[in-house]
């Protein structure tokens, strides 16, 4: 097989890297992707992710059997659409369906209809209504962009003062654009959070190991919201039991939601949940694997993800089996991060392990040297027989190397091992 990946990031490396794997599998290539994942054997293409009529010319002259796509971006374009509409096989959800990531209202009324548990909101376009919702109900209490904000979109409000800056910048000064033209108010729900991943087609759901990733910049979870620093499976902390509800009553829910409102959805479908006294609740949905949730749940994939893709494109039941280590991934990031960071840092060359991997993000080459692009540069994912162990390995790992010009925290995983 022949495979494309669309997207450029540390997830698009363990995707395409993981893809590799399958003996039965010649080639992947990456669109655009990046120099680091050059070092695992992936050929590039620069071919820009909005580029559909490039992109779809490359997989016909190529005979690539089917496209994945990484980001949430081109699904939200129509990418799916288009490859569709010319005869391609593609692995993601459609315009209509990536819906569930693309707006919050959008997910919000799929939840209220369905009777999927997530926090009480309302849904405001209008200053002064939010304002007065906000001082009736008090804080904490949370402010989403209703569209896309690059992961930036969310504002955890401990105050009053803070919910009405929140909403001064997302409804009055526009700060994401048309994103925040509509914004979700919603209660501040408190509990341990996880990420639940699953390959889903129309009814069928076959849900992946649960990671937990950490959004903040700082050790102890301090400071403000990324991308995510870093991530860990297995959640020793979150019940089997609180999974397989979460699976039954909101993921399964989910994808019959979508197929009963004519909107079916084929991909990876993302709950970003939280454990409640109450039991699981949503706090997202995204319509693609997560980042860095993906660089520590593949790993841990016993089953070749070729085979799995392969079996859902062409409506066979995949068998999917997992190993039983523990992961953990630190992501090593450019000083400055989340604002504006530093460019153009030398990168040290470093090597994969047997238990050790790194996945590159940020990264550009000048004069075959890598150096960084972005502001989360790479992440270096550990194995180990638990996560202690898969902790001690990676900061271990890690500290052979000089990363002073970057950062990383030091603590990821700590919720899980105090």
Not at 120 to 128: A, P
Not at 357 to 382: C, I, M, N, P, W
């Amino acid at each position: 097989m022949k495979l494309l990946v669309i997207g450029s990031g540390g997830r698009e490396h363990a995707i395409c890297r993981k893809l590799l794997e399958d003996p039965q599998v010649d080639a992947v290539f990456c669109a655009k992707g990046n120099p680091g994942m050059q070092k695992d054997g992936v050929q590039l293409v620069d071919i820009a992710e909005d580029d559909h009529p490039a992109l779809i010319q490359f997989v016909k002259e190529n005979q690539i059997d089917w496209t994945f796509v990484g980001p949430e971006i081109p699904l939200l374009n129509g990418i799916v659409d288009d490859f569709q509409a010319a005869g391609l096989k593609i692995f993601g959800p459609n315009q209509q369906a990536a819906m569930i990531e693309g707006s919050k209202d959008f997910a919000k009324q799929l939840m209220r209809d369905y009777h999927i548990p997530t926090a009480k909101y309302q849904t405001f376009s209008d200053f002064e209504a939010a304002k007065s919702y906000v001082l009736e109900n008090g804080a904490p209490i949370v402010i989403k962009a209703d569209g896309l904000a690059a992961g930036k979109g969310v504002v955890v409000a401990m105050t009053e003062q803070e919910a009405l800056e929140a909403l001064e910048d997302m409804l009055l000064d526009h700060k994401f654009g048309a994103s925040s033209a509509k914004v979700v108010v919603e209660e501040f729900l408190s509990g341990e959070e996880f990420s639940l991943l699953s390959f889903v087609k129309g009814n069928e759901v076959y849900p992946m190991v649960i990671a937990q990733d950490h959004k903040r910049i700082f050790d102890g979870d301090k400071g403000p919201n990324t991308g995510g620093m870093g991530a860990y499976s297995p959640v020793p902390q979150i019940p089997e039991s609180m999974v397989q509800t979460a699976i039954k009553e909101i993921v399964q829910k989910a994808a019959d939601g979508m197929v009963d409102r004519k909107t079916p959805f084929t991909g990876i479908l993302y709950a970003g949940l939280i454990a409640t006294n109450e039991g699981p609740k949503v706090i997202e949905f995204n319509a693609r694997f997560g980042d860095p949730e993906t660089q520590v749940v593949l790993p841990r994939l016993k089953t070749s993800l070729a085979q799995i893709i392969d079996d859902l494109l062409n409506n066979r039941q995949p068998d999917i089996t997992w190993y039983d280590f523990a992961t953990l991934g630190v992501v090593v990031a450019a000083p400055g991060y989340p604002a504006d960071y530093e460019k153009n840092i030398a990168l040290p060359e470093m090597q994969n392990t047997e238990e050790q991997t790194v996945y590159y993000a940020g990264v550009t080459a000048k004069k075959e040297q890598l150096v960084s692009s972005g502001g989360r540069v790479f992440l270096v994912t550990s194995q180990g027989t638990n996560l202690a162990d898969a902790q001690q390995k990676a900061y271990a790992y890690l500290s052979q190397y000089d990363l002073s010009q970057f950062f990383y925290r030091k603590d990821i995983g700590f919720k899980a091992l105090k």
